[in-house]
């Protein structure tokens, strides 16, 4: 009885002592509980401008070469040039733009693009998200020294440092006093909801709200083509049944007074999509491309990095098990200089997907 | 489906979406009278000129004495319907509305994973927008994640890093509320000139929801964050972007900020953030982090690659604005909109979405001939903090060509900007936070037509 009542006391101290560990001072008892630093340290990866959070370690210009070949350089093009997928990184900022630290393109509206490297005023952002979101399909697979390296690669195309460049956590700040555009940001706007930058919510247009005569005759001064009537689809189709407008059938040129209007909604028809079964089938198919981050590179009518879905299957009709066999062993020179990566995917999705391009790629 | 409809001719946004030889071909067509065809035709008739005759009655008696739709009962007045739960047990739209749907504008994007669909506008009634119809903008795919295995961690300038799950999230104090979510990028192709056709390619990516969540101010009083030097918040989320953004903390502090899992009723849809968003109101959508996995006091801002690349809006001084965030007060006409034909003649309800970033809608006032003489729009009630705000105005259509604007104000008192406001302070390579005033011809056909005026 004795040690029954003593236990008892010693389990009630222990629960207490748990208690007050687990809530402190809290107004929410029992709810969170302390991360470990081995929890942070595997999440807390973001580097600020004034490099906070930047693991120690190094990459040469070299060696960013290689990583870029091999993981970057099919979307962004071999000197990061490419527009293909993404808007372009690098092109457009000069010498001067690297002493000054405004790159002076910008003010320029007759060039047709703004580049990664005439925007980014800080070293941080390109090593930070570099190092979160890339590569495209398997972001966060690089290691501390990669991210090192093809920052200074990408650097180096920007002949913002030299070829023989290793940029380490000693020498970024010095970089980043080379940055092309390191002083052409300003803070100074109404938008931002808070009080450290800008001009405290104060907006930069002032509009009055006349009522009466406000404006001369107003003038049609931009409007579409013509020829781009149809560019976004039917437009019948993307408005509702019914209603008190319906859509302009796009497929016919515009309507003498009356005429557009005169077609009854009877005639309207939803754009439904019927499924048979070969459409589950087409549609499972296409399920996986998008699962095994297939149409990160190849569209279903349009050449992206690789060849479209289409075109493949016109080339390859019928041959089902020699897709299979490229699918997971990659290839190149078939379709392109671009080379496709060996692909880390099932036999039996590489069938599934080799099955449906064999038989013509249908939706 | 889109594939088919693209043409090919219309290039990738967001400077210009037409390419050079579609702004040559406007210059020309302006050069040769097409353009006049518009213009004049709009001037003549606000002049009084003649106008063609009434349009075809779009309900007439039939010759066989009524309508055969009324004579002949249809079947579902004739027999059994269908049993409950039949779909599922989870009900979807008629199969009549199929052509309302969330679309990707032709060409604007290379990928599906970095891209975006735009809401159809055009199709929505009140302030609330269908969860399966909300805007999406994805930077590297959505995900579909298991909430028992989700986590929210806090870090940075607190007591103790602390660490929750979803059930604990959902245990704390909750408040629902309905705001308007909008992409910086709104409008973004409209800067230069009039690039796509409806009301959903122009303003579709706006969208409001009742969210349900937790105050963030609750979580970080639970990690004891230094609320006087932790002037910033870092928001990140789980997705392979792990997207993050800079929030003030003077936000936060007012209680408007909160970390949401519930959407009009049931949880977050996949494609907003399931299990946990965070909902920034007022702020454009880039900030209200997806996937929301960790949040980091600091006491600097983080210049994050959506905060110096990308949602920067390039001034003529070429300079950048960076930490743009806050979205003014915006209005669009939803119907009659860009690509719809009016009917016939008669009455017609113009009626449109109002909204601020700043605070309510105050009012919002509409004109039928391009910003010459405005009237006063009806707000539907009760408006809301930082919501879309319904407006309606009675318009009878006399066949005539006409322009309709919208022009919101808010509880600041500051109005909706004209696009030659606008420009003249930012120029047109803005890209971002295209605020202007909106423009549809109707027709005398009733084709209702996107234009921008001067």
Sequence with gaps: MFRFRKAVLAAALLAVAGLAGAQGTSKWPGVGRDATPKEVAAWDIDVRPDFKGLPAGSGSVAKGQDVWEGKCAHCHGIFGESGEVFSPLVGGITKEDIKTGRVAKLTDSSFPGRTTLMKVPTVSTLWDYINRAMPWTAPKSLSTEEVYAVTAFLLNLGGIVPDNFVLSDKNIAEVQQRMPNRNGMTTEHGMWPGKEFGKGHKPDTKNVACMKDCVPEAKVSSFLPDYARNAHGNLAEQNRLVGAQHGADTTRPEGKPGAAAAQPAAQAKPAAVKADAAGADNKAAQALTQKNSCTACHAMNSKLVGPSFQDIAKKHAGKADYLAGKIKAGGSGVWGPIPMPAQALSEAEAKTIAAWLASGAGK | MQEDLSSGRIRKAPENFLNKDGIKTVLTEAKHGRRDFIRNAFAAAAAGAAVPAALAQGNPVPTEGGDPNI????????????????????????????????????????????????????????????????????????????????????????????????????????????????????????????????????????????????????????????????????????????????????????????????????????????????????????????????????????????????????????????????????????????????????????????????????????????????????????????????????????????????????????????????????????????????????????????????
């Design chain 2, 71 to 454: 004579l002949n009962l249809p079947e579902h007045s004739k027999g059994l319907g269908q049993g409950v739960a039949a779909d599922g047990g989870y009900g979807k739209p008629s199969k009549f509305e199929a052509n309302v749907q969330r679309r990707q504008s032709p060409g604007l994007t290379q990928t599906t994973q970095a891209s975006v669909s735009f809401a159809p506008l055009q199709s929505l009634f009140g302030i609330i927008t269908p969860s399966g119809l909300h805007f999406e903008r994805h930077h590297q795919g959505w995900w579909d994640i298991d909430p028992s295995k989700h986590r929210l961690m806090i870090n940075g300038m607190v007591e103790s890093n602390k660490v929750f799950t979803m059930d604990e999230i959902m245990r704390l104090p909750s408040v629902s509320r309905i705001h308007f979510i909008e992409c910086g990028a709104n409008t973004a192709v409209e800067w230069g000139n009039v690039a796509v056709p409806t009301v959903q390619y122009t303003h579709g990516m706006v969208s409001c929801s009742e969210f349900t969540g937790v105050p963030l101010i609750t979580l970080l009083e639970l990690a004891g964050a230094d609320l006087k030097n932790g002037k910033f918040v870092l928001a990140e989320g789980a997705d392979g972007s792990s997207m993050t953004r800079t929030i003030p903390m003077d936000l936060i502090k007012s209680g408007e900020v909160f970390v949401a899992y519930g959407q009009n009723g049931e949880m977050l849809r996949p494609e907003q953030g399931y299990p946990l968003r965070l909902i920034v109101p007022g702020v454009q959508g880039v900030s209200w982090v997806k996937y929301l996995r960790r949040l980091e006091v600091g006491d600097k801002p983080y210049a994050a690659k959506d905060e110096a690349v990308h949602y920067v809006d390039l001034q003529p001084s070429g300079l950048h604005r960076q930490y743009s965030s806050i979205q003014e007060c915006k209005s669009v006409v939803t119907t009659p909109s860009g690509g719809q034909v009016l009917l016939d003649k008669g009455f017609y309800n113009i009626t449109g979405l109002a909204w601020s970033g700043r605070g309510k809608v105050k009012r919002v006032d509409v004109s039928v001939d391009g910003g010459r003489n405005w009237r006063t729009a009806r707000l539907e009630g009760p408006v809301q903090n930082k919501a879309l705000t319904r407006f309606n105005l009675d318009w009878v259509w006399d066949g005539k060509p006409a322009i309709i604007q919208s022009r919101a104000m808010d509880d600041t008192g500051y109005v909706q900007p004209t696009y030659k406001q606008l420009r003249a302070v930012r120029g047109t390579r803005s890209i971002y936070h295209n605020n202007a005033i909106q423009s549809w011809l109707v027709q005398e056909s009733g084709e209702v037509k996107n234009v921008q005026v001067s």
